[in-house]
């Protein structure tokens, strides 16, 4: 099944909230000091902001839910022989299973190259891509949380579908293992711009102001201090760099706890929850400004239906790459994520904001 292959049905999601800028100017914090460059596989000590069990209860989750993916090379062999493509294409979706899977990839290249054309462009204005036409630009990028892989992958290809070129783009995720399937992964696609760093969010062996965008592409909920992950994307982007990030199910509108349905599948200590107004506070204190908001309540749930809609008629082929326990749990996981958009427990939203 690939995941690429998922239509929208729902609208494109044009409603923005422009957050108004506190009074709070501070420029971002920095470490004592400068992080020294890195070369591909380098790896970085745990933050001292992260639990020191992180590493365990992300790297178990993630291997419950995707066993077949440490098993890269038989994994590609079956996704290869369902799609027929031996292509990146082909394996869009497969190697990445986020809650809004590539469509949120697709959201945040096309917000990052929307943005290089120059003024932000009218959400309710032009189609998508806007009117400014192709954007010519070359960026370093990098990729906080970047699991296996995927999803960092298939931004780099929309961006440079879109004319951006990629010169560097680091996918840091604190798990070994993912970072080792991940390499395994761009190793076999020739991908010779992309670098995996294992290390923790918060403490990414990067210098300062040595990256043009930085983006989050569904994987706020992962990092219990998402204040501190902030903070080290605003150190890590250039003056005026973008920050991009898809907030799937890390938003809530309040105090309100998500239900019991949804912890069962996405349990605490793996899975932490930020109030919207906790989280423009946390932007505002990383010294990030220009920050807007885009309110995705109406496209996530049906963007889900769909999802779930092929999961059920493809469940045999899925099953068949991912194991049936796996198929089940991607099921569940989406159903539930889907209920809580629905209440209005969790809000899912599309957020970027300037380095100051």
């Not at 994994?75 to 294409?89: H, K, L, N, Y």
């Not at 970047?146 to 931004?155: A, E, V």
């Not at 210098?207 to 992950?229: C, I, K, N, Q, R």
């Amino acid at each position: 099944m690939s995941q690429g292959a998922v239509p929208i049905s729902a609208d494109r999601p044009a409603e923005e909230h422009r957050c108004a800028e506190p009074p709070n100017r501070r420029g971002p914090r920095r470490p004592p000091e400068r992080a020294p460059p890195v070369t591909a596989g380098a790896t970085a000590r745990p933050g001292p902001q992260d639990p020191p069990d992180q590493h365990t209860a992300q790297y178990r989750y993630h291997r419950d839910l995707f066993p077949a993916l440490h098993d890269w090379e038989n994994t590609r062999r079956a996704i290869v022989g369902f799609t027929g493509q031996d292509s990146p294409e082909g394996l869009l979706g497969l190697d990445q299973m986020g809650h809004f899977g590539p469509q949120g990839c697709d959201l945040v290249a096309d917000t990052v190259a929307a943005a290089l054309r120059g003024p932000r462009p009218d959400p309710d204005g032009a189609p998508e891509g806007g009117a400014g036409g192709a954007a010519a630009a070359t960026v370093d990028l990098c990729e906080l949380g970047s699991g296996f892989g995927g999803s960092l992958r298939h931004t780099v290809d929309r961006l440079t579908a879109r004319g951006v070129a990629v010169r560097r783009a680091h996918g840091v995720d604190l798990v070994a293992e993912h970072c080792a399937v991940s390499r395994r992964i761009s190793g076999s696609q020739g991908r010779g711009n992309v670098t995996e760093i294992c290390a923790d969010a918060t403490a990414v062996p990067l210098p300062d102001t040595s990256l043009d965008v930085v983006t989050v592409t569904g994987s706020m909920p992962h990092f219990p201090e998402p204040g501190a992950v902030l903070r080290e994307a605003a150190r890590l982007l250039r003056p005026g760099g973008l920050l991009v990030l898809t907030e799937e199910v890390s938003l809530s509108p309040g105090a309100g706890a998500p239900s019991p349905a949804f912890r069962a599948t996405h349990p605490e200590g793996v899975f932490f929850v930020t109030r919207l107004a906790d989280r423009l506070r946390q932007l505002d204190r990383a010294g990030l400004t220009d920050v807007v908001r885009r309110d995705l309540t109406a496209w996530a749930p049906a963007l889900l239906a769909e999802r779930l809609k092929v999961v059920r008629i493809f469940r045999g082929s899925v099953a068949a790459i991912y194991g049936t326990a796996s198929a089940d749990r991607i099921r569940d996981t989406l159903t539930a994520a889907r209920q809580e958009y629905l209440a209005g427990r969790l809000l899912p939203a599309l957020i970027t904001a300037r380095r100051r």
